[in-house]
């Protein structure tokens, strides 16, 4: 992880390198510390080890889809309270989602998505609730 102003951690899991490289590069010119993963069985090493602030993980991806590193997060009492944030390019995935019992994401957005909405989603979901 590199060092930033707000000391929150965030990782980013995609399986696209361009979408990795653009996200990493946004999430860090606000302040973030970012680390990266590019499959879901990275992502589960990679939050166990560091438990980062947040997540922000594709849905479709080699390995171990999003979805399933999100319920193995949940069913563990040390990663169950990270946030995730969904990204996906498949349509309608918010309803399978909601169908789905015990999937529980912090946000989601599906793809294509303005940087300043994923940007927005982080800022809401990092303040915690006011003291």
């Known amino acids: 992880m590199d060092t930033a102003e707000n000391g929150k951690n965030i990782l ?6 361009d979408i990795l490289f653009v996200l990493t590069t946004a999430v860090r010119k606000n302040g973030y510390l970012v680390d990266t993963a590019s499959n879901g069985l990275e ?10 602030d ?28 990270i946030p995730v944030i969904i ?3 498949k349509g309608h995935f918010k309803e399978l989602l909601e169908i789905r019992e015990g999937v529980n994401v912090a946000a989601y957005l599906e793809k294509p998505f303005p940087i300043s909405m994923l940007l927005e989603k982080l800022r809401d979901i990092l303040k915690g609730p006011a003291l």
Not at 55 to 80: F, Q
């Open 87 to 89: 990204m996906t390019g």
């Open 12 to 17: 980013i899991v995609d399986d696209e390198p």
């Open 54 to 81: 947040a997540v922000i993980m594709d849905i479709m991806m080699p390995k171990m889809d999003g979805n399933t590193v999100n319920l193995k997060l949940k069913e563990n009492p040390a990663t169950a309270g």
């Open 43 to 52: 992502a589960l090493e990679k939050i166990k080890a560091a438990h980062p």
